[in-house]
């Protein structure tokens, strides 16, 4: 049998497209099963497209869809113009309709969750995955984004793994607020990048700043770092927060996540919680409705902006205490206080990592919820947990971040005996 060579960069490739795989892209092979392996963005599983390679590596390329020869029935016209092979890489599912998005994240989840947290079929069916979509638009929800500034001066967003700037008149995903900021329609002589916030009680954020371009992808999660105050509603309370201090991304994703945790740990008066990773002290200020004065729940937090907005907007809230520290460091030095119920658990898009799940398997604590902004990072901590006698026994999924690959997952982990 004749092996089928890598095409190289700039080569284009008749392929049939496959499963879908963790990062906006389906996994087809050069020359049917057994070629190399190729990452293909702009495609759908079952299509047969020309593929264009946009990079070699060893043992796979990656590319993108430039002819669709057999469309498939979920494949629907983009609402960007820039949402297209060698344009803007913000958006990896603009092509694909609504409800294939949500059934194309379930499956992400899904298998993550099969290959990396090391659970069974049964396991992963009697979870029930499904990706819930928010009510609303599928467009004009990004609160918070980083425009990047071109050799002409003119703000734009980057091409997908690159820094080129693809110069645009508007985002479709972006806010209104954000897309009536004047930034598009203006030079940038001073500034690298530009930084856009808009809050859900109508503040709106522009910062130019001088820094380094960057080419990932975090810009959908961790939104904009804009100068300034911000006035934002959720779990029903204003919060005041620097322009720089995390909040999520989506209007309405901080109450439904919020909602999520308290369903899955059902809290009780009096029961002590832990908020680690607290950020502005969301989840913290929902434990404290629920577990009432008598419940001490703790904030760990190590951004200093994220630790100022909580203290600042949880002084209301007897029982709160918020600790500046590293989680890791704050659970080896033993510094949170014990006995501890419940853990609310929403580490940045790499994880806890083992040294954390290991330290709270070992806590005591009843129940775990884990907030997770990336699912192959949930599924390795799932893993370690598992390893430490612990389960995942309840799985919710929601679209907070519509026409991109990016998904949201909360799991309720508990101890084996539970």
């Known amino acids: 049998m004749t092996q089928v060579e890598m095409p190289g960069e700039g080569e284009r490739v008749e392929v049939l497209v496959g499963a879908v795989a963790h990062g906006g892209h389906c996994v087809a092979r050069v020359g049917g099963d057994g070629g ?28 993108d869809a430039v002819e669709i020869l057999t469309p498939s ?18 958006c ?4 694909v309709a609504p409800a294939a998005q949500s059934a194309w994240k379930a499956s992400v989840v899904t298998e993550q969750l099969l290959r990396l947290g090391r659970l069974t079929e049964d ?62 329609s203006r030079s940038w002589p001073d500034a690298d990048e530009v930084h856009v916030v808009a809050s859900a009680a109508g503040d709106v954020l522009v910062t130019p700043r001088r820094a380094p371009v960057r080419a990932d992808e975090q810009d959908i999660l961790d939104g904009a770092a804009a100068a300034g105050e911000i006035r934002e509603k959720a779990v029903g309370r204003e919060w005041v927060l620097p322009g720089d201090a995390f909040w999520q991304v989506h209007p309405a994703a901080a109450d439904t996540l919020a909602a999520a945790v308290l369903e899955l740990l059902a809290p009780r008066p009096g029961e002590a919680a832990w908020d680690l990773y607290g950020g502005a002290g969301l989840f913290a200020a929902a434990l404290a409705g629920a577990v009432g004065p008598t419940g001490p729940v703790t904030v760990v937090e190590s951004a200093p902006q994220g630790v100022a907005a909580a203290r600042r907007n949880l002084t209301d809230l007897p029982g709160v205490a918020v600790i500046e520290a590293k989680v890791e460091a704050a659970l080896r030095q033993g510094r949170l206080p ?27 604590a009843r129940a775990v919820a884990y907030v997770a902004c990336d699912p192959a990072a949930f599924a390795r901590d799932v893993a370690t947990f598992r390893a430490h006698g ?7 999924a929601f679209d907070l971040f519509p026409m991109t690959h990016h998904v949201e997952c909360v799991g309720l982990l508990l101890p084996a005996a539970r």
């Open 73 to 90: 029935a979920d494949r629907v016209t983009a609402p960007c113009v820039y949402a297209r092979p060698d344009g803007c890489g913000g």
């Open 92 to 95: 990896d599912l603009q092509h």
């Open 390 to 396: 612990w389960r995942l026994a309840a799985l919710r």
């Open 338 to 364: 014990k006995p501890v119920d419940l853990i609310v658990l929403d580490p940045p898009r790499s994880g806890a990592g083992a040294a954390v799940v290991k330290a709270i398997t070992r806590t005591g």
């Open 123 to 184: 396991q992963v069916q009697a979870l029930g995955v499904r990706v819930a979509p928010l009510d609303g638009d599928r467009l004009g929800w990004r609160t918070r984004v980083r425009y990047a500034v071109d050799g002409r001066d003119q703000a734009g967003l980057l091409k997908h793994r690159s820094h080129e700037v693809v110069p645009i008149d508007r985002c479709l995903i972006a806010h209104p607020l954000v897309r009536e900021a004047p930034v598009t």
């Open 36 to 63: 190399p392996v190729l990452f293909v963005r702009h495609a759908l599983p079952g299509e047969r497209v020309v593929a264009l390679v946009t990079e070699v590596h060893r043992g796979f390329a990656r590319a």
